[in-house]
């Protein structure tokens, strides 16, 4: 039996909607639709998505299993996952992953399609998303992780109010073999 109150009391996410998040410049974070399908397996054919990312679809169906999952993870509180938008076309993908509530913490991860990069969709969806999380939802404690090989994604995450915590040694599997980890985090 946990001794402490919970952070985020059971049912205060799943049991609604999955909301809807607007942010500066126009963009809009919105659960993914089966629409969205063909955007999605096509950002994994991009070097740079394949290089940080080493679980990937196959196929459309995969995808719309992916979506499937993701309903079933707001459903069940165990995360969140946004396409980032404008103007209806998908630009990148924003997740919040390992929710927990007693302490009040979740890991978030994203990528941006190769024409949406360098214009600060990322570094301004992961923002929104956090001022949510942070805010309304009640999470405490937002920590993400990548590669320190991987220079786009620190810069996105300092930008968004993530100051680097440490290195992480030997942390994670990529193609080309084994990388540190850089950790960042935001809490409220």
């Known amino acids: 039996m946990l001794a402490t109150q919970p952070v985020i009391a059971a049912g205060a996410l799943g049991g609604g909607p999955q909301p809807v998040l607007a942010a500066q410049g126009g963009l809009v974070l919105r659960p993914w639709e089966a629409g969205d399908a063909a955007a999605f397996l096509g950002a994994y054919a991009d070097a ?107 810069r996105v995450a300092e930008k968004a109010g993530y100051p680097l915590e440490g290195t992480k040694r030997s942390a994670a599997v990529h193609e080309d073999g084994r990388h540190d980890m850089h950790l960042h985090a935001r809490t409220r």
């Open 48 to 154: 740079a998505i394949r290089r940080w990312h080493t679980w990937r679809p196959a196929s459309v169906d995969d995808v719309l299993g992916w979506f499937a999952q993701y309903r079933s993870d707001w459903e069940q509180e165990r995360g969140g996952h946004w396409a980032i938008t404008r103007d209806g076309a998908v630009l990148g993908r924003l997740a919040m992953r390992g929710w927990n509530f007693a302490d009040g913490n979740a890991g978030c991860a994203y990528w941006v399609l190769p024409d949406a990069r360098g214009l600060g969709v990322a570094s301004t969806a992961l923002s929104a998303l956090s001022e949510w999380a942070l805010g309304p939802a009640g999470f405490h404690r937002l920590a993400l992780d990548h590669s320190t090989r991987n220079h786009a994604s620190c």
